[in-house]
């Protein structure tokens, strides 16, 4: 928090141009005309300290335009009545917490109302998604698979499996690029059929993948035209497989894992199904822009920041 000047989490007009500098690099860019550095600005205090128009307020001075617009059109914070300095606030605690904060936390932190608090840390959770434009891996790299439970499927009873394990967990699959980024999804079961299309769609074909010995993963080399598959067989107590060029081993993905149990048990007891994704966006984004790879806490909210731009989600009341 001390590299950050603290205002744009008090001062509301410190928070605008906080704002402003991190998604307007190059001036203001009007949201109607995709002008970029022809806009005045008529919001924020004159010489004697009166307000002359609202905060934030520019106008484009392009000839066949001449709208107003501020730095909040088409991001997360456009429609939100909480005042932007809070909203700041809020996506700096949610980056900057390494198990995350629940909307109690921003709740008490923030002075809103619970209602707003967890609207608002949804709506920060969606701007952290990534498009997942390119693959994970690619020649010499190695990205490790693997899944878990987390909660319960909505509306199912909590029965004991055949064989072991629970029924009717949530599952997710988890890839993790060694030195590079995570990225999870909730899936609808551990089938070949379910996780190899997402496995295929994510990973370079010229990657090394390892995973457990799991029988989902029996042949995946062979299913995904992978540069090779090896896996660690954790049933007979095997950790890590030496070998030249890679260890084989699953530490990295289930490293993630431990992060983000633990915020779930910790921060998030409850999460609905429906939102789990989100969840695991805001996990995945703080993985893969975490400390290790030279990201501190300034650049990861600056990153999140500019996330938000593009991302507007609106909640109907009855999915709160
Ligand atoms: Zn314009």
Redesign the pocket.
């Known amino acids: 928090m001390s590299v950050i000047a603290k205002r744009p989490f008090s001062d509301e007009e410190a928070a605008f141009e906080y704002l402003e500098r991190t998604l307007w690099p190059d001036g203001p860019v009007?949201p109607?005309?995709?002008?970029i550095g022809r806009?005045t600005k008529l919001g924020g205090r004159k010489g004697d300290g009166k307000r002359q128009a609202r905060l934030g307020l520019w106008k484009?001075n392009?000839r066949e335009?001449?709208?107003q617009?501020t730095v909040k059109v088409g991001t997360v914070f456009e429609h939100g009545r909480i005042p932007l300095h809070k909203m700041l606030q809020a996506v700096y605690l949610l980056c900057c917490s390494k198990k995350g904060c629940s909307s109690h936390q921003l709740h008490r932190i923030l002075q809103i109302t619970y209602k707003s608090a967890w609207f608002l840390s949804h709506r920060i959770r969606e701007a952290m998604r990534s498009g997942h434009l390119t693959p994970l891996g690619g020649l010499g790299k190695i990205v490790e698979a693997d899944e878990t439970t987390s909660g319960w499927q909505e509306g199912q009873p909590k029965q004991l499996k055949q064989g072991g394990g629970w029924q009717n967990r949530n599952v997710v699959l988890t890839l993790v690029e060694r030195g590079g980024e995570a990225r999870s999804f909730h899936v609808d079961g551990t089938t070949l059929g379910t996780l190899l299309p997402i496995i295929r769609h994510n990973i370079d074909r010229e990657t090394t993948v390892m995973t457990d010995a799991a029988s989902w993963y029996k042949n995946l080399k062979w299913h995904a035209g992978f540069a090779a598959h090896h896996s660690v067989h954790h049933e007979s107590e095997e950790y890590v497989r030496y070998a030249p060029g890679a260890d084989i081993h699953t530490n990295t993905v289930e490293g993630y894992y431990s992060i983000f149990k633990r915020g779930m048990k910790g921060i998030y007891q409850h999460c609905g199904e429906k939102h789990l994704h989100r969840y695991l966006a805001e996990f995945d984004f703080r993985y893969s822009n975490r400390v290790a790879l030279g990201i501190d806490d300034v650049e990861r909210y600056d990153r999140a920041l500019r996330g938000m731009v593009g991302k507007r989600l609106t909640y109907r009341a009855a999915d709160c």
């Not at 109607?32 to 002008?35: A, D, V």
């Open positions: 009007c109607h005309c995709g002008t806009a484009c392009e335009c001449r709208k617009f």
